[in-house]
């Protein structure tokens, strides 16, 4: 679907109405599943993610590449020091608008797989859980744009409810560029949080950050782009990547707070002070 | 159902198992009555994308979502249907078109199962997932549903994804996951007539449900069928048993019942309510699980193996030299498991089949249960 993309120019506004600045909707919860040791629900606009981990664990048998997860710590098997992150991504038929079956060789499920468990398993404290795996699977159960940066964010909020200890939060988020070419330079304007229609049409790019700081741990950009642009969309991505950790940061705080109040966890000793209404 | 019902207990803990389960009446791990079910929390509805999805938690903490998608397909003409278009027209309006119109084909309903950690072509998950068909496509009731007109059909994908690790034998949770999914599914309301391409309207609130409301109650009619795992320790017959307690089965069964609504048509719209006792339950398919103990080859007493250097077991001597070698291997002993050996008994299978469609019985609680559940 040919998106026309020359109406940015009159309003400043995009097809869903937004700035070139806003995020969309993020809603997220955390410990949504009771079996699990982690579980993380997120939505973006409309791509909605569930995330499970079981881990850290001993790892089970393996079944010639069955988990089709990247190793993210180097060995074999569990044998080495550092624990191994396995992602499993599986996105649901019914996922997108024309129902699309993925097997599980696809190949950008792959790559997100690789990327994902790269990117956790430099951010998770791996060396703490020696012969272990943790085990990320994520279930896509509707897709609009920003798939990748979805999961990463899920993934992260995953992390932090199974306890695994982490350096910092990892968010993500997409920064795209509204024009494709290069004559209209200086009218080319940063965009940040892409759906799926400004995806198909526009150049874009997932950045993901450490915490607060500047740091890119996860920079995936399969599109062609100017140079040029390559620092604005840059910029605006780092800066929704911090947007989106305070958000994440409320979800776990109301979470945590609400498992004070109704006392599954007992109140720290420096969390007396904490302000809980 | 080997790989998903890994559950490491030892024979004496297995044996402690059986001996409960098999005592009148049962004492299950958690505490259930024999024919009780696991409590769950269902929704429906919950992706907007979709034409019916639903989500059911069990308290065990398992987690599936269905989510059913329809397209419009051409039907393949049928090499022994000679009739021409618009030549048949006519009469299809009047009078009951023949019979080979009314059927549809298997090939309408794709249904794939997807578990966490497992292959899709695992043979376990196929075998899930052909159960699950199975039951659907059973009387040809559901494809029936999915006919447009004498071109076109909706083909239905059904994708059942199991969100937390298989903890027990999913089947039950996704049998009935999927039961809800396909009662919120709606398709939209078709506007051409006749065999014209379909054209359909585009005010999604008048869409009609695949299990058609009745107009005043607005209840379901007729229900999709729900597969149920049951299972046999001894002369008990156990519902909805968990990894444990398969783990000591003789016979598991997967029935399939659905509701045979054509048999009541005539009393249904009057007692709404009071009708549901009265339910008539119809056998759809029965499948076999091996339990894992089915699948766990029976131990050979180092005496006995003629890898150990008794190749001469076979012979006549063997008997007198090693009698105590048979013994061990026939005899059990008390407070350590042995897997069961040969063949569910018949009487065992018959009483299986009839404590699930018995009136007002196990399948009838959980199809009252999932009435229960708001699907609009």
């Given amino acids: 679907m040919p998106l026309d993309t020359s109406t940015y120019g009159l309003a400043l506004l995009r097809v869903d109405g937004r700035r070139w600045n806003e995020l969309r909707r993020i809603h997220g919860q955390i410990r949504t599943q009771a079996a699990a040791d982690g579980s993380s629900y997120l939505e973006m606009g409309h791509t909605k993610v569930m995330c499970v981990v079981t881990g850290p664990s001993e790892p089970g048998p393996r079944r010639g590449g069955a988990a089709g997860g990247a190793s993210g710590g180097a060995g074999s098997g569990g044998q080495s020091k550092d624990a191994e992150v396995v992602v499993n991504i599986v996105i649901a038929g019914f996922s997108s608008v024309d129902r699309k079956r993925r097997g599980r060789g696809d190949k950008r499920t792959l790559e997100m797989q690789f990327t994902l468990s790269n990117t956790l398993a430099a951010t998770l404290h791996t060396h703490l859980f020696p012969h272990s795996q943790i085990n990320i699977s994520l279930h896509v159960l509707s897709q609009d744009g920003s798939l990748l940066a979805a999961l990463i964010n899920a993934a992260t909020l995953a992390c932090v409810d199974a306890g695994i200890p982490m350096t910092d939060y990892v968010t993500a988020c997409t920064a795209g560029s509204t024009s494709t070419y290069a004559a209209n330079d200086e009218g080319a304007d940063p965009l940040l949080d892409l759906n799926h229609q400004e995806e198909q049409e526009l150049p874009g790019l997932t950045v993901a950050t450490l915490g607060e700081s500047d740091k890119v741990v996860a920079l995936v950009c399969e599109s062609r782009v100017q140079i040029s642009r390559l620092e604005g969309m840059l910029a605006v991505g780092v800066d929704g990547c911090k947007q989106v950790r305070e958000i994440l940061d409320q979800v776990i705080k109301a979470q945590g707070r609400k498992m004070i109040l109704e006392g599954t966890v007992d109140k720290g000793t420096g969390l007396n002070d904490m302000d809980l209404d | ?376």
């Avoid at chain 2, 005043?216 to 597969?227: D, G, I, L, S």
């Fill in chain 2, 1 to 376: 159902m080997a790989s998903s019902t890994n559950v490491h207990l030892s024979p004496a803990e297995l044996s402690y198992l059986h001996t409960s389960l098999s005592l009148n009446p049962p004492i299950r791990p958690d505490g259930r009555s024999p024919t009780q079910y696991r409590p769950l929390s269902a929704e429906t509805g919950i992706l907007p994308g979709t034409n019916g999805s639903a989500r059911i938690c069990f308290a065990d903490g398992t987690e599936a979502i269905v989510g059913v998608k329809a397209e419009v397909e051409k039907t393949r003409r049928r090499w022994d249907d000679d009739t021409i278009f618009g030549e048949n027209q006519n009469q299809e309006e009047g009078e009951e078109q023949d019979e080979g119109e009314e059927q549809g084909s298997s090939d309408w309903v794709e249904l794939t199962v997807e578990i966490p950690g497992y292959r899709d072509d695992d043979s376990g998950t196929v075998f899930l997932g052909q159960m699950l068909c199975e039951a659907l496509l059973a009387d040809g009731g559901f494809v029936r549903r999915l006919r447009i007109n004498r071109r076109f059909h909706w083909k239905l994908y059904l994708d059942i994804l199991l969100i937390s690790p298989p903890l027990s034998y999913p089947l039950p949770l996704l049998s009935l996951t999927t039961h809800l999914a396909l009662l919120a599914t709606r398709l939209p309301k078709l506007k051409s007539e006749g065999d014209e391409d379909p054209f359909f309207d585009d005010d999604w609130a008048a869409a009609p449900y695949l299990y058609a409301r009745n107009p005043t109650t607005k209840r379901v009619t007729e229900r999709p069928p729900v597969t149920l795992l049951v299972m046999a320790v001894g002369g008990n017959v156990i519902f909805d048993p968990s990894k444990e307690e398969l783990a000591v089965a003789d016979v598991v069964l997967a029935v399939s019942v659905g509701d045979d609504a054509s048999s009541r048509e005539g009393g249904m719209d009057v007692d709404g309510r009071s009708n549901n006792s009265g339910r008539n339950l119809k056998l759809l398919s029965i499948r076999t699980v091996d339990p894992p103990s089915r699948l766990t080859p029976p131990g050979v007493a180092n005496a006995a193996n003629s890898a150990y250097g008794h190749a001469q077991v076979v012979s006549t001597g063997a008997n007198q030299k090693m009698p105590e070698a048979r013994q061990t291997e026939s005899e059990a002993v008390e407070g350590v498991w042995k897997p069961p050996r040969g063949g569910a008994k018949a009487v065992v299978m018959g009483a299986l089949v009839q404590k699930v469609l018995v009136r007002g019985g196990v399948a009838d609680e959980v199809l009252d249960a999932l009435e229960g559940v708001d699907t609009s």
